[in-house]
């Protein structure tokens, strides 16, 4: 299998040398560029070579907010159009397990976060789950994201109707809340008894049925509608 190719971006040169240390460290894993900053960022990106960017929300000019959100509004189409691969999985990089900037990059567009101090293992396993496709969410700060995504805000105060679920068969409305609950592929395929890609198939269908970016926003509409908890 070919090696899952890693861009880091941060604004502290030794941060990134200790993330390349330990990324570089693991058969399966490439460390392929680095950034400073957004800009640098959203650079790496339109490579079209990166797997999974690792970003700081916190730098100087463009932040890793502004950045990811740039990097995810790109469409697939819009990629393979410009002769580029697909945008790679963002993981958010953040000092504090309440940085709201960390929030705001998961509604951008980031597939999950991670606090800085993170144990090496808990980073190798955040980068493979999320270039499978899986959410990757520190565990210490999930619930307390989740309440924040639940309660709303004052830019984000109207919950979602729950008659979105409406498009969904009682099995996707499982599926849904398994996800919620922060379920892997692997597990969702032990608890309803089926094959990785059929799993994958009702995921899909759940992504598009709700009109969600990706396995993130379905667990932050989960818990807004009130269906897990």
């Given at each position: ?13 030794l941060v ?77 990089l953040t ?83 398994a996800v ?50």
């Amino acid at each position: 299998m070919s090696p899952i190719r890693i861009g880091i971006v941060d604004d502290q040169e030794l941060v990134r040398l200790g993330f390349r240390m330990v990324l570089d460290a693991e058969d399966e894993l490439e460390v392929v560029a680095e950034a400073a900053d957004g800009d640098g960022a959203i650079a790496l990106a339109r490579r079209g070579d990166i797997d999974v960017l690792l970003m700081d929300v916190r730098m100087p000019g463009t932040d890793g907010i502004t950045a990811t959100e740039v990097i995810t509004a790109q469409s697939p189409a819009a990629q393979e159009a410009a002769g580029r691969g697909a945008a790679p999985k963002i993981i958010v990089l953040t000092t504090f397990d309440l940085d709201e900037y960390a929030f705001a990059a998961l509604r951008a567009g980031a597939s999950g976060f991670l606090l800085k101090d993170a144990r090496p293992a808990e980073l190798v396993g955040a980068i493979r789950a999320v270039h499978r496709g899986d959410a990757a969410l520190a565990p210490s700060v999930t619930r307390r994201m989740i309440e924040q995504f639940a309660g709303g805000t004052p830019a984000d105060a109207t919950a979602p109707d729950i008659s979105v679920l409406d498009v969904l068969t009682p099995r996707e409305r499982e599926f849904l809340v398994a996800v919620a609950e922060g379920l892997s592929n692997d597990e969702l395929a032990a608890r309803f008894v089926l094959s990785e890609s059929t799993v994958k198939t009702h995921v899909g269908r759940l992504l598009q049925k709700l009109d969600a970016r990706d396995r993130v926003q379905l667990v932050i509409l989960a818990y807004r509608l009130g269906i897990v908890g």
